[in-house]
T-cell receptor, first 115, second 112 residues
Framework: GAVVSQHPSWVICKSGTSVKIECRSL??????MFWYRQFPKQSLMLMAT?????????EQGVEKDKFLINHASLTLSTLTVTSAHPEDSSFYIC???????????FGDGTRLSIL | DAKTTQPNSMESNEEEPVHLPCNHS???????IHWYRQLPSQGPEYVIH???SNVNNRMASLAIAEDRKSSTLILHRATLRDAAVYYC?????????????FGKGTHLIIQP
């Protein structure tokens, strides 16, 4: 149980393109979803937290107009990287949990490469 | 967030037990101790968590010190597939920020 599916697994696109990443909880209701970013040889860094039906809360230094997060249902959250540039190239990972007492379960990540 | 300290790397042999330590001397009463692991090019995988008592599941055991200032993740019989970065993370379920703060973790190397 507690499976989180993330799509796509990898994407390569040109600079200036917008890219959407989907995160789905397959067998539980994801009251809260999280988006992380991981650069090579570094640890995961939390970007934002979203609760179903509410606006996302962004961490300091993360541009909310660049990284648009939608969490419209209890099983789906999307992250859209708008007007992506090479410095946005990274490994983006989502996680989800039901109640606060439950652990977070992670997707397999999306490797984003901006040319 | 209360901070954790882990060794940068550890090495073990296949089919032997592995004990991964974690220090968290500033842990608060509402902090749960969580362990995740991350294989190369994958998202982290939940391993185990606990508050005060030792915990066992199909993946591992978690031994928590009586004063809760340290804990040990125990893999009873390591396999090559257990080679990963292991993260010890404190989560406050009492309120406040809910996202996980990942440190550098312990890079576990398993020798065949």
């Amino acid at each position: 149980g507690a499976v989180v599916s993330q799509h796509p697994s990898w994407v390569i696109c040109k600079s200036g393109t917008s890219v959407k990443i989907e995160c789905r909880s397959l067998d539980f209701q994801a009251t809260t979803m999280f988006w992380y970013r991981q650069f090579p040889k570094q640890s995961l860094m939390l970007m934002a937290t979203s609760n179903e039906g509410s606006k996302a809360t962004y961490e300091q230094g993360v541009e909310k107009d660049k990284f648009l997060i939608n969490h419209a249902s209890l099983t789906l959250s999307t992250l859209t990287v708008t007007s992506a540039h090479p410095e946005d190239s990274s490994f983006y990972i989502c996680s989800a949990r039901d109640t606060r007492a439950q652990p977070q379960h992670f997707g397999d990540g999306t490797r984003l490469s901006i040319l | 967030d209360a901070k954790t300290t882990q060794p940068n790397s550890m090495e073990s042999n296949e089919e032997e037990p592995v004990h991964l330590p974690c220090n968290h001397s500033t842990i608060s009463g509402t902090d749960y101790i969580h362990w995740y692991r991350q294989l190369p090019s994958q998202g982290p995988e939940y391993v185990i968590h606990g508050l005060t008592s030792n915990v066992n599941n199909r993946m591992a055991s978690l031994a928590i010190a009586e004063d809760r200032k340290s804990s040990t993740l125990i893999l009873h019989r390591a396999t090559l597939r257990d080679a990963a970065v292991y993260y010890c993370i404190l989560r406050d379920v009492g309120g406040g920020a809910d996202g996980l703060t990942f440190g550098k973790g312990t890079h576990l190397i398993i020798q065949p």
